[in-house]
């Protein structure tokens, strides 16, 4: 799996992370709920990005 910071803020109460993966697609599920166990929130974005 490849993982890529788009975009970050950090405050002295809360970090949010905008991160990419890219790979198949139970390792992304595993990933992300790995983050949930965690106490992460996890959203998904959906931006119209162009590359």
Request: proline residues 4%; negative net charge; aromatic residues 2%.
């Amino acid at each position: 799996m490849v993982t890529n910071i788009r975009q970050a803020t950090v405050s002295d109460k809360i970090g949010l992370v905008a991160l990419e993966l890219e790979g198949e697609p139970e390792e992304i599920e595993k990933a992300i709920q790995y983050l949930i166990e965690k106490g992460v929130k996890v959203e998904p974005i959906e931006l119209d990005i162009i590359e």
